[in-house]
């Protein structure tokens, strides 16, 4: 039972263009979300994150979206630049409970230059 | 300042064999957790620990185990191995268990079993 899913195992965009990653989940105790970005033969960095109170976080070029009744969240990275090419995994947790990170397949990210 | 790091980098091993991976946290980290990464899936969580104590653990059998020392650093154990067990395994840290706080991870592990 995947608990959080990122149905776009692929997204190609032109650099400068806006990228959009798509993240949704199922449990409704999750309440704090995080994004990461893995490159190849490294471990995954931490990108933004944002707790249920909000629903936009901002931080530079990238700023993640929270809509709590769709279950969703999203992740724009404006302008995308050839770099930002990496594996995206959206993760979640609750804040109560367990500290444990669930995340989703990933999506890979190809920023064309 | 040093980030997390794991060792060995890669590893091979044989079905029913024993491993030990090893993780050194950011310097005044308390916490480490340990997930393994499938190919083709995100990392799925294995371990928490916090002040050498369990704090929580995933779906994963009793051939895995971990703990951790008094400098923090922990070890993750995996006895007989199964061909099933080929992963990137990653190790986090965190600076407690407070609910905001952010996971660091390593560079992580690879191991086959073959």
């Known amino acids: 039972d995947q608990q959080v899913k990122q149905n776009s195992p692929s997204l190609s965009v032109q650099e400068g263009r806006i990228s959009i990653l798509n993240c949704d989940y199922t449990n409704s105790m999750f309440d704090y979300f995080l994004w990461y970005k893995k490159y190849p033969a490294e471990g995954p960095t931490f990108l933004i994150s944002?707790?249920?109170?909000?629903d936009k976080n901002e931080d530079g070029r990238f700023t993640v979206f929270l809509n709590k009744s769709a279950k969703h969240l999203s992740l724009h990275i404006v302008p995308s630049q050839p770099g930002d090419s990496a594996v995206y995994f959206c993760a979640a947790r609750s804040m109560t409970g367990r500290r444990a990170l669930t995340f989703g397949s990933g999506t890979r990210l190809q920023v064309q230059p | 300042d040093a980030g997390v790091t794991q060792s060995p980098t890669h590893l091979i091993k044989t079905r029913g064999q024993q491993v030990t991976l090893r993780c050194s946290p950011i310097?005044?980290?308390?916490?480490v957790s340990w997930y393994q990464q499938v190919l083709g899936q995100g990392p799925q969580f294995i371990f928490q620990y916090y002040e050498k104590e369990e704090r929580g653990r995933g779906n994963f059998p009793d051939r895995f185990s971990a703990r951790q020392f008094p400098n923090y650093s922990s070890e993750l154990n995996v006895n007989a191995l199964l061909l099933g067990d080929s992963a990137l395994y990653l190790c986090?840290?965190?600076?407690?268990?407070?609910?905001?706080?952010?996971?660091?991870f390593g560079p992580g592990t690879r191991l086959l079993v073959l």
């Open positions: 310097s005044g980290h308390k916490s």
């Open positions: 944002i707790s249920s109170i909000k």
């Open positions: 986090a840290s965190s600076p407690g268990l407070a609910a905001q706080e952010t996971q660091y």
